[in-house]
Structure formats: structure tokens, C-alpha cells
């Protein structure tokens, strides 16, 4: 059951707003500008956040609405924000994320765009792909899907289908909980398949640290062409139960099918992974893949000595806790306290948590005081440093760490990897609790 | 509040406006440009300024963003509380904004009181509170009767304006309910005011020994390392001695006007510039003792500090520094980094007072090519290329810019980790240039790839 404590507040917030998940999936495009429209504090707070995260340059832009009283109902920064953009920065197309205030102030986004392109029909050429983010509604990963759908709204026409033997390419449907190490591990996955994939969005080509020059906008993403293109696609996947609008679009509008993994993390989530690919392609799964998974099995059993008898607990995202949680609980044989979230969607409820709570870190510090040890972002820092925990960084953000967007969480490799770090955190704590 | 921010930006201390025509004025205070913007909000600014309190509770009356992305993420340092480190905010849902949300304000305050039992509590009004707008001194009166603990408005929506306009708002709410409530049990021989030092990564624990050396009692450290009960105490220092220049004028203003304290602007970025701080303090003091204990002390220090530095010196000599930092910094930076004997081949003017411009342009003998208005990352890289420089420092908002021009690098800002004040600030500043210049990474990373070399 899920638990609403009785706070009148957030005390270490957990969630993140949906401007920050909007920016984040206008960044895995190629050549788009996110630019948020409202006073540029929230900008601002967001770059650098991401910067921290990703510890990449993070292109963003602010429509930075001044004095409140002189614009209600004024479209100037708004239409004097996109024109700097696309004379300053080009950008293939512009995110237009909005914030609680132009939301409260009730700003007609849609009537503006339209006032704009009468206006200046010299900057017809660049489409601008709004987003409503009010942060008094959702969290990052709602403000995330709405990115993604908002643009495939706008990019993808209804399609007559075609042949549909060919089966040759898929659209993977990428979720915001997910790595640049979990793009590659399915990337590598697909292609030994015989499948071509569009990712969308794509963080892991834009903010994986692969681009080496300076660059004005987010560069390596999914493309508008790719974007385009992908209502051609035979069958699309969905990682992540955020991310199903998306899914829809292509479904409603060109008939493309889909299929949707609430999560490919642990041992069973991959193997119906890979169960569902070799009916698709009817093909076999790659040696490399079998040793991957044989890997994952030897690492869960050199584990298991010190996964069982403990206690955890986790917060984060919907999609990204349900994930970790079912595989930690499930597959590994430890027990979950609490898991806090931010939003309800996906399938969180159904993990095997004593609490399960709508809220904050603060509510994970008061609620975990069985657990050996936290899962959550590096904002749970100084909590665990409070109650003498060890701490397993996940989600938003993750600073003053390196290399966390390169780690893998899923498939069997990530299987693997994440028993090993789990299993060598309670390794430790056997360690010092024998008194060594 | 419009009058009050209008009152504020007027602000005749603020010395970027005080000589200025109109049309100057207008320049100087010139609103962000839409799609073309980088700083920060106003209250982003008065976080600056007053989460360094950390004896006390802060409340963000708002929706999530303006708490979600922003705590946690101070490199402020300090021994007075951790409260500091919380994120504290009303996370405004959709109904408390079409009902009110002072109900909830209300809750919010009654409840980190009794969670946290803070010395007083901090109210933060921001975008989306100030437009529906919520009461925010009408709750803070009503519940400091109630609680009998010090709840204190701020005045600090996003909106009115940048970082710097925050900072004054944060200065504003301290002089008009905190600073003269109580009175201290005793005052000291010297006791100052600091205002404007945050304590990043703990630069004042780099020059409060000096102090305690010279028995002058940093009385109301404003803001680093405060507790609150002394920032009460500050209309009973004597002097006021301002670090960054711009933001935080206007308290020592009103503390002169309705005082009667006298301040100046000081810096602790350098040997020179330590010297000078610590020599003003004593002339203003009127102590021919003090000035002596000064004189002996910072050359007692520089000696040590110039032994301390020799290894490094030769490595730094004529390296050629390009710098991008804010305020006080851009002309302050440039005298410790000379007294390393490094060349500066320019600094940023952005938040810099015509004082700071005509200090940085002292440096540079009053040629204005060491000038450099607001630039972009690619600017900024074309300039060191330009310049053939050496060396990159500057705020961690340019860190990955640097890092995609492949320069060198020192980081210069909020959140950093390193030290850079007083002597002891000196000998960490040159530990992490030569450290950075002396990377094997940066030749490693020119080294072309097996598949750009073509063979024969
Ligand atoms: S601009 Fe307004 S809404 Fe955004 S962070 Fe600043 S105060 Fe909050």
C-alpha cells in the first residue's frame, strides 16, 4: 500500500521537476535547443545541475521573463527568446519547456507559437516542439515522457504501413532512468540480432562524452530525421512504464507496434528480454550474450553468502526504484524497508516493500532505520553520513562521482555488475560487523 | 514588493549606480535577454547570501523546482549547524495554488520548528508565490508570535531580477529583522563585521588565525560560518569590511546611516591585497598597536608564505592565465596570481563595479584589450587559443567548456572544493595551478589516434 506521510511539506526533496526531465530529453536530440520559458532562475538551477551530473556541457537557453507586471499576456520574451535562438544557435528545432509560472500565469503557448509564426515568417523553417511543465504537477520522469511524446506529436504523420515481414528495424523507446552503459549494452544487443534501432532519445551519444569540440547545442542525439523515420520502423520497444505515450503515438498514427519492458533489470527481466527478441527475429542469441549471462549467474551465486539477512532501501523515480527493487528483492533475496517515489506511475506499487511512500528524503531517513544500506541520488549524501550508512548512487543527480552514466544496470551484464556492487557493500558490512 | 524592489535597484550604495546618468543606469541594470541569458534568479542570489546561516531553518514557499534543483550543492563550509544542508520547501501542488498556500506555509514553518528546533526560520517567497500573491510577512508575523522563535520574510521571487538584485533582498530581510535585536552580553577590544565572505570550501578557516593572532573578533561574520544570534549582534561592531563589492553594499550602508559604522571594501585573494584588508581594519581602528601587530605579521607570514611557494614559483613564472570570474575576484585574482608571477591576459568585467573595471584596468596599465564583457564558452576558448594561454580560471560553469578545448583549468566557483584566501589560500592556489599545468593528460590528449596517423 502506498503511504502519503502526514507532512505539510518536502524536507530533502526527492523529485526533480518536469522542466528538468523535459530539458534532460530535449538534450539526447540532435541540434535542439531547449529553451524554458519563464524567469531564469529555473534555468539556470537546472544547467547546472545537469552539468554535474553529466559533466558535459549542457546547452539550454531561458526566454528569462523579467518584471512580472509589464507581460501578462505579452508574447515578447517569448517570441524575442526563440528569435535569438535560431539567429544565435541554429538549432534544428527549439524544446519550448514551460514553468509553474508562465503555467499559473496562464500563458496561451499554442496561440503564441501561432501569433510568432504570422509575425516573422522568416523563421519558418525552424519547428518549435512546446511542452507544458508546470512544476506544481509530476515529477522529472512525467516532465521526461511528455518531451519525448510532445515531439513525436509534432514529427510524426500518420503512414500508410508497408511490408510487414521485413522486421529490420525497432525503435527503442529510451526511458530517463537509463545510462549511456545501458544504450551500448542494447545497441550491441540489437545489432547481433540483425536489427537497425533508433534510440529516443539518445543521452548516450550527446552526453556520454563522446563529442570532443565545443558546442552550442546538444550535439549526436536522436536527429529530426531519425526522428522522422521512425514511423517507419517494423516494431517499437518501451523501457520503462513512463514512456508508453510515446509508444502510443507510433502505434495510433503509423500502426507500429510495440512492445514495453517496465524494466530489463536482473536476471528474468533479461531473459524475457531476449526470449521475446529470438521469437521476433527468430534468430539465436550470440555467444557473447550466453557468456553475459552465464557471468550473471556465477556473480549472483558468489553473492548470495552476503545478500541474504539484509536490509535495504531505495528512492527514486518510479521506473528507475522499480527496477533496482524488484531485482534486489526478487533475485538477490533482500528484504526492502521502504522505497520512496515521486510519482504515481509504472509499477513501483507492486515491489515487496514494507513502506511504500510518496515522498521525500526525509521520509527515507525516518523510514529506513532497519536498513544496512540506501539506494538513491547523491543528494542522500549527507543523510547516510547522519545515520552511518553506505550509500548506492543512483538516479538524479549523481556528483562528485565519476563515470555513473557509463555503468551498466541492465541486461545480464548489468546483472552482473550490480550484484558485484551490492554484494561487495555487504560484504563490507559482514566485515566490520565480525569486528575485523 | 514592486515598490520595494524598485527601492532596491536604487540602492544609492551600490556604487554601479550612484554616479551614473539615466541612461547609464538603464545599461548597467539592463534586463537579461530572452533566449540569450546565463545567471541565475533573485533568489538563487538571496540562498547565497543567507543559506550560509546554518543554525537556522529555510523554507522555499513554491512549487519544486526552485528547491529540487538547487540544495545541496553549496560549498559553503561551517561549524554553526547543518542546517544548511536541507532542502526545505512547501512543494506547491496545483490545489494549494488555486487555494492559498499560506495554510500550508504555516504547517510548514510549525513543523520544521518543532522537527529541528532552529534558532529562527527563513521564508522564502518565489515565483510562482509572489504572483498568486501569498502573504509571506503576514505569516511570518503571525507565526513568530505564535512560536516565539524569529520567522523572517525574504522577499526573493525569481522574476524581479538576477543574483545580484537577490543578494540585496537577502540584505534587505536581515537588516529590517534580524540585524540590532538583541544586544551582546559583551563586546570585544575590535569587533568587525564580514560581509560578503560565504565560507566557500573554508576560506574563512584560512584567515579567521589571523585574526585570533591580532585579537581583532570577527563579531558578525555575514555570512559564512554565522550563527544567527551574532548576526543580531552586528550594529555593535565597529567597522564593516565588505568583500565582494557589489552584492552586499547596501547592508553596510544602512549599517553606517543608522549606526554609525564605517566600512571599506577588502579582499583576502592575494599577500597584497590580505595586507592591505588587514592594515585598513587597523587604521580605521585607530591603533598604532594594531597596525604594528600588522606590519609584523604579514611579514612574518609573507616570508613564510614565499618559502612555502618557492617550489612552485619557477613553474608558474610568465604563464600566460586567461580569467573569467565575477565581482571582487576579477581584479583581486589578478593581483595574487601576479604576485605568482603569472601574466594575465584578461579578465572578465561581468559583475564588476566601475571601481573593479578600474582596478582590473590598472593591472593592465589602461590598455582595455584586458577587458572582457560576458562571453560564451566559445569566445572564451577562441581567446585561448588566441592568446596562446596557458591557463583557464574561472567558475565551474566553464569547466566542461574547458574541457572540450582541452586547456587547463582551475576552478574558481560556488561549489568548488579548494581554498583560495589569505596566505595559506595562496599556497593552495598555486598547488592546484601547477598541478593543472603540470597534468600529463592534456599532452596525452592531443596525441592522435592509431587511425589519424597516415603512414607514408
Ligand atoms: S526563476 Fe522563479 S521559479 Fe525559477 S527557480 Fe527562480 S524563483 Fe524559482
Known sequence: MVKIIDKPMAINPLKKSSLMGAVTAFLGMHRVMPLVHGAQGCMAFTKNFLTQHYREVTPMQSTAVFDIATIIGDDS????????????????????VTTGMTEVRGDDIKGSLIRFREKYPEYAS?????????????????????????????????????????????????????????????????????????????????????????????????????????????????????????????????????KKFDTLTGLEASDEFISWLMDYTGKQAPNWLRIQRQRAVDALLDGHFSFGGKTFSIAGEPDLIYGLGRF????????????????????????????????????????????????????????????????????????????????????????????FDIGNICMTLDIEKSGH | MRLAIQQLTEEPGCDHNQKKTAEQKKEACKKPTPGATAGGCAFDGAQIVLLP??????????????????????????????????????????????????????ASVRHVAAKFKPKAIFIYSTCVTAMTG???????????????????????????????????????????????????ESIPMFPINLIGEYNIAGELYQVQPLFDELGITLFSKMTGNAAYEELCHAHRSKLSVVICSRALISIARQLDEKYGIPYFEGSFYGMGETKRTLMSIAEQMGSDLLKRKVEELTARKEKETYERLAPYLPKMKGKKVLVYTGGVKSWSVLKQLEEMGMEVIKSSTRKSTEEDIARILNYFEGNEDGLM?????????????????????????????????????????????????????????????????????????KKPAPWEVSFG
Open chain 2, 373 to 445: 564583457p560576458k562571453g560564451d564558452g566559445k569566445t572564451l576558448l577562441k581567446y585561448m587559443k588566441e592568446y596562446d594561454a596557458d591557463l583557464f580560471l574561472a567558475g565551474g560553469r566553464n569547466m566542461y567548456n574547458a574541457m572540450k578545448g582541452q586547456v587547463p583549468f582551475v576552478d574558481v566557483n560556488q561549489e568548488r572544493h579548494f581554498a583560495f584566501a589569505g596566505y595559506e589560500g595562496s599556497v593552495v592556489l598555486a598547488q592546484k595551478i601547477c598541478a593543472t599545468l603540470e597534468s600529463p593528460v592534456f599532452q596525452l590528449v
Open chain 2, 134 to 184: 501569498e502573504d509571506i510577512h503576514t505569516v511570518a508575523k503571525e507565526m513568530t508570535e505564535e512560536l516565539g522563535m524569529q520567522v523572517i520574510p525574504v522577499d526573493s521571487p525569481g522574476f524581479s531580477g538576477s543574483k545580484n538584485l537577490g543578494n540585496k533582498f537577502a540584505g534587505n530581510a536581515l537588516f529590517e529583522h534580524v540585524i540590532g535585536t538583541k544586544e551582546p
Open chain 2, 53 to 106: 546561516v546554518a543554525d537556522v531553518a529555510h523554507i522555499i514557499h513554491g512549487p519544486i523546482t526552485c528547491c529540487g534543483q538547487s540544495y545541496n550543492n553549496r560549498g559553503t563550509r561551517t561549524t554553526a549547524g547543518n542546517l544548511h544542508q536541507y532542502g526545505m520547501t512547501t512543494d506547491m501542488s496545483e490545489l494549494d495554488i488555486v487555494f492559498g498556500g499560506e495554510k500550508k506555509l504555516k
Open chain 1, 126 to 258: 525552424t519547428p518549435v516542439v512546446p511542452v507544458s511543465c508546470p512544476d506544481f504537477k509530476g515529477d522529472a520522469e512525467t516532465g521526461y515522457a511528455a518531451a519525448c511524446a510532445a515531439t513525436l506529436s509534432q514529427f510524426i504523420t500518420p503512414e500508410v504501413r508497408r511490408d510487414y515481414k521485413t522486421r529490420k528495424m525497432v525503435n527503442i523507446l529510451a526511458g530517463m532512468h537509463l545510462t549511456a552503459g545501458d544504450i551500448d549494452w542494447l545497441r550491441r544487443v540489437f545489432e547481433a540480432f540483425g536489427l537497425d534501432v533508433i534510440v529516443f532519445p539518445d543521452l548516450s551519444s550527446s552526453m556520454g562524452g563522446q563529442v570532443n569540440h565545443f558546442y552550442g547545442l546538444p550535439e549526436e542525439g536522436t536527429s529530426a530525421d531519425m526522428i522522422k523515420n521512425m514511423a517507419h520502423a517494423d516494431f517499437s520497444i518501451v523501457i520503462g512504464g513512463s514512456m508508453e505515450a510515446s509508444a502510443d503515438i507510433l502505434l495510433e498514427r503509423c500502426t507500429v507496434p510495440y
Open chain 1, 328 to 419: 534486489f528483492t526478487k533475485e538477490l533475496g533482500i528484504r526492502l524497508e521502504t522505497a520512496v517515489t515521486t510519482a504515481r506511475s509504472g509499477k513501483f506499487e507492486n515491489l515487496p516493500a514494507e513502506n511504500i511512500i510518496m515522498g521525500d528524503l526525509d521520509d527515507l531517513e525516518e523510514f529506513s532505520k532497519d536498513s544496512d544500506f540506501i539506494v538513491a541520488s547523491s543528494n542522500a549524501i549527507p543523510m547516510c553520513h547522519r545515520v552511518h550508512k553506505p550509500l548506492y548512487k543512483a538516479g538524479y543527480p549523481i556528483k562528485d562521482y565519476l563515470g555513473h552514466f557509463h555503468r551498466t544496470f541492465i541486461g545480464y551484464y548489468g546483472a552482473m555488475q550490480l550484484a
Open chain 1, 77 to 96: 520574451n517569448l517570441h524575442e527568446g526563440i528569435k535569438n535562438v535560431i539567429d544565435k544557435q541554429k538549432p534544428d528545432f527549439i524544446g519550448l
